[in-house]
């Protein structure tokens, strides 16, 4: 079974900090996607890696997937209030059925 | 382009009731899939449907069952309610005929008692 380790699953951090939250597996994925949920919505699409060592930015975030595509990180500079939120990232089995699996989470806030 | 709609946003039923769900995808999406989000199990795959057909199906019960119609719209099932179902039903539309870049509505919430 394919899963998606997160790390940490809670963070806690000053408006203006930095922070990385991790997202592992022992398996190898396509793809790999983040997104941001806040309460009461649905998760929204922040980015997708595709390539190994590939690094995206978005504005104060920046993303990178690992050379082996089994890992991925998310990296927010500067860290704002409105970033808080669960961070998630999904990805998409290399194995013959097709699944798609969500990592099991990480829940951001930032305080004032 | 409007977004990925669910309804109804909450729902309460009592233990050995079912109930429908309702999703309608982005204009132009053909792919729609189904998740339940709970605390404790976080976000799991109950399938996906395209062009009408379940082309992925995750681990959950037959108790759980979908379909989608030709314009895409989809409808989840829940028979027999059991208090663990009790949970945030999501529905993701994507462009191509993959799960990739998925894009959700805000969720049904359903509280079994």
């Known amino acids: 079974t394919q899963l998606l380790e997160q790390s940490p699953q809670f963070l806690s951090i000053q408006e203006g900090e930095n922070l990385t939250v991790y997202c592992n597996s022992s398996?190898?994925?396509?793809?790999l996607q983040w997104y941001r949920q806040e309460p009461g919505e649905g998760p929204v699409l922040l980015v997708t890696?595709?390539?190994?060592?590939e690094v995206k930015k978005l504005k104060r975030l920046t993303f990178q997937f690992g050379d082996a595509r089994k890992d991925s990180s998310l990296h927010i500079t500067a860290a704002q209030t409105g970033d808080t939120g669960l961070y998630l990232c999904a990805g998409a089995s290399t194995s013959g059925t097709y699944k798609y699996i969500f990592g099991t989470g990480t829940r951001l806030k930032v305080l004032a | 382009k409007a977004g990925v709609t669910q309804t109804p946003r909450y729902l309460i039923k009592t233990r050995g009731q079912q109930v429908t769900l309702s999703c309608s995808p982005i204009s132009g999406h053909r792919s729609v899939s189904w998740y339940q989000q709970t605390p404790g199990q976080g976000l799991q795959f109950l399938f996906e449907y395209f062009s009408e057909t379940q082309r992925n199906k995750g681990n959950f019960p037959g108790r759980f069952s979908g379909r989608q119609f030709s314009n895409s719209r989809s409808e989840m099932n829940v028979s027999t309610l059991e208090l663990g179902d009790s949970a945030l039903y999501l529905c993701a539309s994507s462009l191509i005929g993959s799960s990739y870049e998925q894009y959700f509505g805000p969720g049904t919430r359903l509280t079994v008692t």
């Open positions: 890696v595709v390539t190994g060592g």
């Open positions: 398996s190898v994925f396509s793809s």
